[in-house]
T-cell receptor, first 113, second 109 residues
Framework: DAGVTQSPTHLIKTRGQQVTLRCSPK?????VSWYQQALGQGPQFIFQ???????QRGNFPDRFSGHQFPNYSSELNVNALLLGDSALYLC????????????FGPGTRLLVL | QKEVEQNSGPLSVPEGAIASLNCTYS??????FFWYRQYSGKSPELIMF????GDKEDGRFTAQLNKASQYVSLLIRDSQPSDSATYLC?????????FGTGTSLTVIP
């Protein structure tokens, strides 16, 4: 049984560009949350998707948007990239009925030059 | 005041000792508390969670919760070099998780 998967693993972009990160949840999981983790910091909650809707959003600008598909997979889109967007982006999925129990994917490391 | 606070360390303990990691939280209404382990360059891995006041044991790990003091801790007994990692405390509020900055633990052989 595959765990949470994310793609790509690494990405280099330049300021002003747009990026799309992808996440496939663990089998039996229906909720996906996205986090940004800067070096030396704890993960910062971006938003959570459940039933293809954004259920909760953290303190991130509208440049960060997402989507959840009928198969529960999810995308994170970031527009107009800034240098400060360089970070590890983590996707976490939660099993049906246990939304608080989150399992993380390996992450996508984004570098903005 | 941050929602979740941890001592960033670093914390060093000799092999075989007990490592004690602490976390305080600000939302008195919080009901569940999670500990994650994160190795350098890797993603967080769920270790255990606790909902009720008192202790919860899982192998060499014990989580302790004191809601009156808004304090949760993680004890690692018989610490091993493989336990060297950053330990993150996480507290959900609604559908949003708040993480501490993590405590870096080094177990010295």
């Amino acid at each position: 049984d595959a765990g949470v998967t994310q793609s790509p693993t690494h990405l280099i972009k330049t300021r002003g560009q747009q990026v799309t990160l992808r996440c496939s949840p663990k089998s039996g999981h229906d909720t996906v949350s996205w986090y940004q983790q800067a070096l030396g910091q704890g993960p910062q909650f971006i938003f959570q998707y459940y039933e293809e809707e954004e259920r909760q959003r953290g303190n991130f600008p509208d440049r960060f948007s997402g989507h959840q598909f009928p198969n529960y997979s999810s995308e994170l889109n970031v527009n107009a990239l800034l240098l400060g967007d360089s970070a590890l982006y983590l996707c976490a999925s939660s099993p049906v009925g246990f939304r608080e129990t989150q399992y993380f994917g390996p992450g996508t490391r984004l570098l903005v030059l | 005041q941050k929602e979740v606070e941890q001592n960033s360390g670093p914390l060093s303990v000799p092999e075989g000792a007990i490592a004690s990691l602490n976390c305080t939280y600000s939302d008195r209404g919080s009901q569940s508390f999670f500990w994650y382990r994160q190795y350098s360059g890797k993603s967080p891995e769920l270790i255990m969670f606790i909902y009720s006041n008192g202790d919860k044991e899982d192998g060499r790990f014990t989580a302790q919760l004191n809601k009156a003091s808004q304090y949760v801790s993680l004890l690692i007994r018989d610490s091993q070099p493989s336990d060297s990692a950053t330990y993150l405390c996480a507290v959900p509020t609604g559908n949003q998780f708040y993480f501490g900055t993590g405590t870096s633990l080094t177990v010295i052989p």
